[in-house]
């Protein structure tokens, strides 16, 4: 099945840094999508992106689909950014989505 | 977007009981599944859930240890059943609209087993 490696599995930073968060996928998709699960379990949806550049505020993606991965950007962090950032796929012709293991950020103040 | 309503938020359950969980979606969608969440881990699909006929499972996950019901388009049930403390997890459902690329997920139900 398609792999989905997500590095680095910890990030630490102090309020005000900025991050990259990068998401390799093994295999043509369809779909892919970054989720922010916070400390209470609820996985929050970031960006729809199985290509291209998108921004919403502090936050922005990109994803190159013909070269396999996307990265995941946050500037300016905040302490409530932190928890697990998911880079999730569907593969071409596939329905589920696969999770990448995620990335764990903690935003000291 | 769509409202997705779970329930329970969290419950804990003693060894060898059952337990339902209920995701409730506000407009129609194609696709419902159901994952899983082991404590410090990912997101694994334990199952596509299949509105009139038989969940579609995925390896290492069977009918008799996790029965879905979805009898229409807005509503599923999954049952953990004869449950051990290693069935202690987040359990999700995740819906996606037809025509629409993006999945998203209820609030998940926190099942601790004693």
């Known amino acids: 099945g398609i792999q989905v490696e997500q590095s680095p599995p910890d990030l630490i930073l102090q309020e005000g840094a900025n991050s990259t968060l990068r998401c390799n996928f093994s295999d043509s998709v369809n779909n892919l999508q970054w989720f922010h699960q916070n400390p209470w379990g609820q996985l929050i949806n970031l960006f729809y992106i199985p290509s291209g550049t998108k921004q919403n505020g502090r936050l922005s993606a990109t994803t190159v689909a013909t070269e396999r991965y996307s990265l995941l950007y946050i500037s300016s962090s905040q302490t409530t950014d932190s928890g697990v950032y998911f880079c999730a796929v569907i593969i071409q012709g596939a329905q589920k989505l696969v999770f990448g293991q995620g990335t764990r950020l903690t935003i000291n103040p | ?114």
């Open chain 2, 1 to 114: 977007s769509a409202v997705i309503s779970q329930k329970p938020s969290r419950d804990i359950c003693q060894r060898g009981t059952s337990l339902t969980i209920q995701c409730q979606v506000d407009s129609q969608v194609t696709m419902m599944f159901w994952y899983r969440q082991q404590p410090g881990q990912s997101l694994t699909l334990i199952a596509t859930a299949n509105q009139g006929s038989e969940a579609t499972y995925e390896s290492g996950f069977v009918i008799d240890k996790f029965p879905i019901s979805r009898p229409n388009l807005t509503f599923s049930t999954l049952t953990v059943s004869n449950m051990s403390p290693e069935d202690s997890s987040i359990y999700l459902c995740s819906v996606r609209r037809q025509g629409a690329g993006e999945l998203f997920f209820g609030e998940g139900s926190r099942l601790t087993v004693l």
